[in-house]
């Protein structure tokens, strides 16, 4: 019998990334130069918004999609941060309202006006305070409408009740910085990665940690949860420093189900994941490539599909959420990649090729819609929903009716669970010293110079004086 290859008949075989033409892209945009590890960029169906490079705070863009011309130097901006902005969310259930977080240890819900920014934004609907460094990541609740969670630099999690617009819940269970955070899809695990190599699958409303993995062999940087598969796909560096994913069992951390190495490049790789395709998409910081694979429930569980490669490297990448998706053009996915060099945001569609233009229902399954499946107390209280599904044939361009309703507070101390976030502050890292140094250094160095300058001044002015005295008129 002749040996033949193994053939995997598969629907998504053969998706191809097309990328938008010039006049669909955003231009002119002064993309952050900031070196984080995050996005610095977020889409919805209506607006596109994005970290700016600015001078003496922190502000980002948001401009409308249908805005795709170039974007003037003096565009308006949400600028109310006093640090740099680390990352942007947007709400998933009301499209006008965004979630920001800073270097400056605030939390920040802003409103966007229909048709987008007139002028600059600087008054926050709500102002959260309740971190004691600076915050790093925010999350919005898959399921749930006003809990969003946020990471600091302080090591600590704290889960934010936005209709009291307090901090209701913390976790404290992590021992460095925490790099990523990810949902189930209820909502009912927050799955984590931190510095100190470990990645956590955590009870969020207990604070309790259910499965604890140490890496020593995969360093992790990001999780992703799989969909309802009850899987974790984290990406990190193997022993030799090559780019890594890994699988996991959510209920036994022990050891992975597969290692796979990519590459031996250095960016970061962000893994995204579309549950109704099943696809996992890889894009690596710094590089020019989207690599993709479809999850399968049995063995090799990872079947590597294709490759979207592009010379422009990304700095980050927002994601279009389903209903913002053109079924018409069989599109299951949608990226906004940051070009740096060029100050372009670029979008890139996966494409599925169908010869029939009706609705193709086998690649577009019903999906989490716009409406949220608890209130903030149902989920407190203990309740756990998926999320309301809708189908992108009829309901896709509906709009939700949910209006954001700040509350009235007076700010004082923040304590959750007997303790007062704002007095427990951790011991600084060795990066924030280095940096306050630096900082530092760099003040000393512009008011030595400002003391040169009045030094010039002062000499020119006494000679000036001189000169006047000695001139014949005065004599």
Known sequence: MSWRPQYRSSKFRNVYGKVASREHCFDGIPITKNVHDNHFCAVNARFLAIVTESAGGGSFLVIPLEQVSGIEPNYP???????????????????????????????????????????????????????????????????????????????????????????????????????????????????????????RVVEPRSGRVLQEASCKNHRVNRVVFLGSTKRLLTTGVSRWNTRQIALWDQEDLSMPLIEEEIDGLSGLLFPFYDADTHMLYLAGKGDGNIRYYEIGSEKPYLSYLMEFRSPAPQKGLGVMPKHGLDVSACEVFRFYKLVTLKGLIEPISMIVPRRSETYQEDIYPMTPGTEPALTPDEWLSGVNRDPILMSLKEGYKKTSKIVFKAPVREK?????????????????????LLRMFFRQQDEIRRLKDELSQKDIRIRQLQLELKNLRNSPKNN
């Not at 009301?94 to 048709?115: H, K, L, Q, Y």
């Not at 915050?135 to 209709?163: Q, R």
């Not at 004082?412 to 924030?432: A, F, H, M, Q």
């Open 77 to 199: 901006k949400v600028c109310g941060h006093q640090g740099n902005v680390l990352d942007i969310k947007w709400n998933p259930f009301i499209e006008n309202i965004i979630a920001s977080c800073s270097e400056d240890t605030s939390v920040r819900i802003w409103e966007i006006p229909e048709g987008g920014l007139k002028r600059n934004m600087t008054e926050a609907i709500l102002e959260l305070y309740g971190h004691s460094r600076r915050v790093g990541l925010v999350e919005w609740h898959p399921t749930t409408n006003n809990i969003l969670f946020s990471a600091g630099y302080d090591y600590k999690v704290l889960i934010w009740n936005l209709d009291i617009g307090e901090p209701v819940k913390m976790i404290d269970c992590h021992t460095d910085v925490i790099l990523c955070m990810s949902f189930n899809t209820d909502g009912s695990l927050l799955a984590t990665t931190c510095k100190d190599k470990k990645l």
């Open 412 to 432: 004082k101390s923040v304590v959750v669970n007997g303790i007062d976030l704002l007095e427990n502050v951790p011991p600084r890292t060795e990066n924030e």
